[in-house]
């Protein structure tokens, strides 16, 4: 998928699709999943019922954020059958996020020294 392209230690659920819902927050509202474009809305995002269990379904399937919009698969990808490939959830963007906050880190103590 391109939208992993430039984050690479990001891994995505594939587990079959089930019949819930994929959530989007303030922030990634409009997004395809899939390629990140914010063009022609066109197929509902199914996740797979273990990230529709509990509160996984009210959040974010892409950045874990609080979701509020429905996903969207775009044209594109729905005329290229990605949106065949499984669940597109997000599983690991918690310890993404601390490794890039302390790579920050890093660049910042590197610079004052």
């Known amino acids: 998928p391109l939208m992993w392209k430039h984050h690479s230690d990001l891994i995505n659920c594939l587990k079959q699709q089930g019949y819930g819902v994929g959530k989007l ?24 019922n273990d990230c529709s269990y509990g509160t996984y379904s009210l959040k974010c399937i892409l950045c874990g954020g609080i979701g509020i919009s429905t996903a969207y698969y775009c044209r594109s990808c729905v005329l290229l059958e990605k949106d065949r490939d499984g669940c597109p959830r997000i599983l690991n963007v918690g310890s993404s996020r601390s490794e890039i906050f302390y790579e920050k880190k890093k660049f910042e103590f590197s610079d004052k020294y």
């Open 25 to 48: 927050c303030k922030k990634c509202e409009g997004k395809c999943p899939i390629c990140d474009s914010y063009t022609k809305p066109l197929i509902v995002v199914r996740v797979c």
